[in-house]
Structure formats: structure tokens, C-alpha cells
């Protein structure tokens, strides 16, 4: 399947920022809905953001207000801009793509993940 490259992880320490890229070759982003997701250590992978072809955005609620994501269609390329960094955001961050929102993340592409820490 379509290889997702992450970057952009590393380790920020409380209150800073990162911002990681989900780059998609192979297909045309603007058709696909997007996402980001994380795990964390002995816990489930949650949703973090999601984004729609049709630009709208939705949010978990423990990262409203501080993360971001947005798609740079010409470019192929989706972002996650994290702001205010807790240490509860320590986790690896996937970044998903499906073609629809009937469509089940479990049932698209995935990355390899990302990981990010946030410790002092």
C-alpha cells in the first residue's frame, strides 16, 4: 500500500512546540480524508485530529486550543502543529488516510509513526 512518511518528532519540553508532516506520495491528497492518531505506552490508539477533503477539522478534546492540523494539497503533505506540549501528549503519532469519513481509519493507510516525548 501507499507508504505515509512522518517526521518532525522529537522531544520538547513542557509548554514548547512541534510540528510534525505526513507527506503522501503515491496518491492525491485532496480526495482523502485525514488524520492523526497516537498511542501511548499500555494504552489505545486515539484520534488526535482529523481533517476532511472539504477542509473542515475536528479535534480531540484534550488537544483543543493547542494542536493544529492542516493539508498542503500541492504539496501532498499534512501537518500537525502541537502547541503548548504537555507530557500527556508523549505518545507515537500516526498519520492516517481513508477516502471517506464512512470509512473506518482502522480500514486506511497508515504511517509508521512518529514519535514524541515531552519531558523536562
Known amino acids: 500500500q501507499v507508504q505515509l512518511v512522518e517526521s518532525g518528532g522529537g522531544l520538547a519540553q513542557p509548554g514548547g512546540s512541534l510540528r510534525l508532516s505526513c507527506a503522501t506520495p503515491g496518491f492525491v491528497l485532496s480526495t482523502h480524508v485525514m488524520g492523526w492518531y497516537r498511542q501511548a505506552p499500555g494504552k489505545q490508539r486515539e484520534v488526535v485530529a482529523v481533517?476532511?477533503?472539504?477542509?473542515?477539522?475536528n479535534y480531540a478534546d484534550s488537544v483543543k486550543g493547542r494542536f493544529t492540523i492542516s493539508r498542503d494539497n500541492d504539496k501532498n503533505t499534512v501537518y500537525l502543529q502541537m502547541d503548548s506540549l504537555k507530557p500527556e501528549d508523549t505518545a507515537i503519532y500516526y498519520c492516517?488516510?481513508?477516502?471517506?469519513?464512512?470509512?473506518?481509519?482502522?480500514?486506511?493507510?497508515w504511517g509508521q509513526g512518529t514519535q514524541v516525548t515531552v519531558s523536562t
Open positions: 481533517t476532511t477533503s472539504d477542509g473542515s477539522t
Open positions: 492516517n488516510a481513508r477516502r471517506s469519513m464512512l470509512v473506518s481509519a482502522s480500514r486506511g493507510i
